[in-house]
């Protein structure tokens, strides 16, 4: 019991993808312009670790080991590609914003990576959790990232408005405020971490 | 304590500090400070005045709280110097609260983030004009027109710099802008709109020849700028995209004397810190910040790109620093 607590909060604290693994910068910097979108990306990556882990965790003995990156492959695809059937078919809007990124989650490290590392070697309980974890992780990262973004470049919190944009910067909602804010929260993260 | 091993006397010290040369680099820039509050009045000193406060006081917060260093740095002068450049980049009469950020910015992103003075690999004047350029975009394109201590602080009458007309002349071909110009007397004295500090070349020039008199600054840096533009302006000439009202040689004059040219080539692009060290590093650091100001002015986006091409020559200052002089005695390969 206590080893599968560690294997959940694993992902969201000690190797959290963002701050700790630095893994799929990507869909990091260009998803989250605002709050909801980037905690739609965060959500949508962690349904397809969660499935892809335990699929590819029931599969880890037949899978030849000579094949076994395309075959995880096919896996999360598999899944990536009813992410997006769904997110075009039920959340048209919050596809549009994020379109190709939804795709790219096929190649997102986080997904291979945990494959790779934790689903190959580990039974199907612990895969499960670890997947949900790390996509939590992921998920809150993006979210915080999204929300001091939107925030700053926008003068709104998950749409509401805070105060008039008329004072809002708008390159917080560019791709260069994205690289600020991460270099600062990274910087923050690390300097809690190390107390 | 350290151990120091100490040479035999004579021990010359030539009076040389940081504090000396951002006092004579302040001092060359008042002439082209005098012009401005001329020419923008109120706005030049209260823009100037809140931007040099800002940073300082940033600075001194940023190295008292955050750091917790025990010496404290704004003695040397170098936030004063930052903030003034910075003010020098903003059009006059824009709001309090964007010079303020712009201040915080420059300094606590710009600099300290980095470790401070010697560390920043960016000019942190430039980081904080170019954040507020792509932040506050329509802002910091409203240009007060020069009217002298009757321009209003806010609400001043506002008209498009020479670039901006020079710039829709290269696009379309159209030879009515032409009219539309300064004349080149005008540009040469700075009675035209644009940011704080860049209009009057005039000062400039004076305030940079000082600093290469005074050894602070040497002449590889804006010399291959100013040559590099100047050849570009004239290749385009030659080659025949300007219309028939513009002749090559008014060309090369309005590029050189038009928007932060002068500005960033005697004061921008010569910081010690983001610029090279070597003779050979310094002229192509030059030369690579005036290809890519005439690239973005011909085709970019924006009508300027002095603060984005010597933001992007800085990125490449680590390399450039590769180029070394020879050792003495060292053998020619």
Redesign the interface.
């Known amino acids: 019991m206590n080893n599968a607590l560690k294997t959940l909060t694993n992902g969201i604290l000690k190797e959290n993808p963002t701050f700790a693994l630095v893994l799929g910068m990507c869909p990091t910097l260009a998803t989250t312009t605002s709050a909801v979108n980037g905690m739609s990306m965060g959500l949508a990556t962690l349904f397809v670790l969660v499935c892809s882990n335990v699929v590819i965790s029931l599969l880890k003995n037949l899978i030849p080991d000579k094949v076994r990156i395309p075959a995880f492959i096919v896996v999360i695809a598999t899944f990536v590609t009813m992410v997006q059937l769904v997110m075009q078919a039920y959340l048209p809007g919050i596809y549009d914003v994020l379109g190709l990124f939804i795709p790219l989650i096929v190649v997102n490290c986080i997904v291979l990576g945990r494959a790779e590392a934790f689903a190959a070697k580990n039974t199907v309980g612990l895969s499960a959790l670890d997947g949900l974890g790390m996509g939590l992780g992921f998920t809150l990262s993006l979210t915080v990232l999204g929300i001091i973004r939107e925030f700053l470049g926008a003068g709104t919190v998950f749409g509401l408005q805070i105060y008039s944009s008329h004072f809002a910067a708008l390159i917080f909602v560019l791709a260069p405020g994205a690289f600020i804010c991460l270099a600062y929260l990274m910087a923050a993260v690390n300097k809690l971490q190390k107390k | 304590m350290a151990h120091f091993i100490t040479s035999p006397a004579p021990h010359v010290h030539s009076g040389d500090s940081v504090r000396r040369n951002m006092l004579l680099v302040i001092l060359a820039l008042l002439p082209a400070y005098v012009a401005s509050v001329i020419e923008f009045g109120w706005g030049a000193l209260i823009t100037a005045a809140i931007s040099i406060l800002v940073c300082v006081c940033t600075e001194y917060l940023i190295n008292r709280y955050v750091l917790k260093e025990q010496r404290q740095t704004i003695g040397d002068l170098s936030a004063v110097l930052t903030g003034l450049l910075l003010a020098f980049n903003l059009p006059s009469g824009i709001d309090w609260?964007i010079v303020v950020?712009g201040a915080v910015v420059a300094i606590g992103?710009g600099k300290m983030t980095f470790g401070g003075l010697g560390q920043n690999p960016f000019n942190p004047a430039l980081v904080g004009r170019v954040?507020l350029l792509?932040?506050?975009?329509a802002q910091m394109t409203t240009w007060p027109t020069p009217q002298g201590f009757d321009t209003k602080y806010i609400d001043a009458e506002t008209g498009a710099t020479p670039l901006y007309y020079l710039k829709q002349m290269l696009a379309t071909g159209d030879s009515s802008v032409i009219d539309q110009l300064p004349s080149l007397a005008d540009s040469f004295w700075g009675v035209m709109g644009g940011s704080l500090g860049e209009v009057c070349a005039f000062a400039l020039i004076i305030g940079g020849l000082f600093l290469i008199c005074a050894r602070v600054i040497t002449w590889h840096i804006p010399v291959s700028i100013i040559a590099t533009v100047a050849l570009f302006a004239a290749v385009t000439g030659w080659t025949g995209h300007l219309p028939e009202a513009m002749t090559t040689g008014d060309y090369v004059l309005y590029s050189l004397l038009s928007g932060g040219l002068m500005l960033g080539a005697f004061f921008m692009a010569t910081d010690y810190v983001t610029s090279p060290m070597s003779a050979w590093g310094k002229i192509i650091f030059g030369v690579g910040i005036g290809f890519i100001v005439m690239v973005i002015r011909t085709w970019g986006n924006y009508p300027e790109g002095m603060s984005f091409a010597i933001l992007i020559m800085n990125a490449c200052v680590p390399l450039l620093n590769k180029i070394r002089p020879q050792r003495f005695g060292e053998k020619k390969k």
Do not use: D, H
């Not at chain 2, 792509?134 to 975009?137: F, G, K, R, T």
């Open positions: 609260w950020i992103v954040f792509i932040a506050y975009p």
